[in-house]
């Protein structure tokens, strides 16, 4: 999520890319963990706002409707599924000029509330810390358009047009609550690194004052689970959204797509079938507003997200509301 100001960037949300599962082997690993923020990378992704420290809240609610097996089959049409979570999440902007580039640090933590179980039975639910993530580092280089300096500087701050680029390196932290006891778990135990990279291009709108288009790619390396000897296969996934600005308001589509590219592994072997190799693809609308309060820029989005198609996993629709400000 992001900002308060134009270019307030990508800076503050978070990831809520697990999926509920019913025991060790019941989805495509113990849990789908997704790189990035809670509730996803979306507008402004390559872009880091000025030095200074920004903060922001959030919350989501998950509702899983489904379980997917191989080739997007429903395997189990009464398998519900339900997470809540609130989380903060801060992002650091160094004040340092890097190659022409800006450098930022930030990290993301939640507590949630997860249930699964058969319509009709007794769901199974845990609640406690899940696995934090971390953006150890962000570096993001601007290249302005020539409709950039075209600007009238009396209209405010310009908008970004041109292209942003903005390599990082992310991990999952295990130190969330688990149990390997235990049907559902918010902590994972186990060790993700997520290098990632993320791109904005924003050009003179369509239909508003500017047309953005911003994607950001991660390669989930998952390493073993000490507890179950399971090993997650690695996973990539790319967030989305193609948006146009209207002065403060931001609003357009968002997605992501994710897809494993090796095979689940426990004792040894390939988890059946054919490894458990998860993907799956969500969409909806993202609306975001940039305001300023006592001189202090914030902003506040909205997403929803809606299971279009799954294999492996939990078919589910996802919301995820959040407000973030620059502290100082």
Known sequence: MKRAVRGFS??????????????????AADSIRLGGPIGGSDIRSALLPP?????????????GYS??????????PDFKSSGLLGGVGALHVYDLDLFGGRLASGGFADIERDCAGLTGSTKVCASGLADP????????????????????????????????????????????????????????????VAPNIAVTYTARGLIGDATELSARL?????????????????????????????GPFQAGIAGTFYQQVADDIQYGQPVYPNGKRA?????????????????????????TLLGIRGENTVGANIGVLSIGAKLF
């Open 279 to 303: 993907a799956g693809l969500q969409l909806g609308p993202v609306l975001s507003y940039d305001f300023t309060l006592e001189g202090r820029p914030y902003y506040i989005k909205a997403k």
């Open 10 to 27: 990508t800076a503050i949300v978070v990831v809520f890319g697990i999926a509920m599962v019913s025991g060790p082997q019941a989805n």
């Open 67 to 76: 379980l997917y097996g191989p080739g997007s089959q429903q395997q189990f």
């Open 51 to 63: 030095p200074g420290l920004y903060a922001g809240v959030i919350g989501s609610n998950l509702d």
């Open 218 to 246: 991660f390669y989930n390396a998952q390493f073993k689970n000490p507890a179950t000897d399971y090993r997650s296969g690695d996973i990539i996934n790319v967030d989305f959204a193609l948006t146009e600005r209207f």
């Open 133 to 192: 993530y971390v953006d150890a580092l962000i570096w993001s280089k601007f290249f302005p358009s020539a409709a950039y300096s075209e600007q009238d500087p009396k209209r405010g701050p310009p908008i970004p047009f041109g292209l942003a680029i903005a390599p990082g390196f992310g991990l999952f932290l295990p130190i969330g609550n688990y149990d390997m006891d235990r049907a559902v778990n918010p902590g994972g135990n186990h060790w993700i």
